[in-house]
């Protein structure tokens, strides 16, 4: 025994929270993009609006990029808390087919 166990059924069962949880911050994502679009330049191209432009901008449009990051991440996460446990309901199938084939 290494000291380290993993439960694969479970690992299965967590893989859908991450792609739910990406699914519902996509909608998030998506509405917020749809509102900010609609709204446009709203700031108008006077002085002050131009001022606030400068400092609203660039930071709003990072944390749209850090959202959409946020948003692949926990597809990501998802998918491979998935994956891994298949490869573990796999890797013990092989072990017990070998244990098996041995026996014979």
């Known amino acids: 025994m290494t000291g380290f166990e ?3 059924a479970e690992l299965q069962a967590s893989a859908p929270a991450y792609l739910a949880h990406s699914q519902t911050l996509t909608d998030i994502y998506d509405t917020l993009v749809g509102k900010l679009n609609d709204a446009g330049d709203c700031w108008g191209n006077d002085d002050a609006g131009k001022a606030f432009a400068a400092k609203y901008v660039g930071p709003a ?4 990029d850090q ?3 946020t948003c692949e ?3 990501g996460a998802g998918q491979g808390t ?3 446990a ?6 013990q199938d092989t072990d017990q ?3 098996t084939n041995l026996a014979t």
């Open 6 to 8: 993993a439960n694969p």
């Open 61 to 64: 449009v990072k944390a749209l």
């Open 67 to 69: 959202i959409a990051k």
């Open 73 to 75: 991440g926990l597809g």
């Open 82 to 84: 998935y994956s891994w």
């Open 86 to 91: 298949i490869n573990y309901m796999n890797a």
């Open 97 to 99: 087919q070998d244990v």
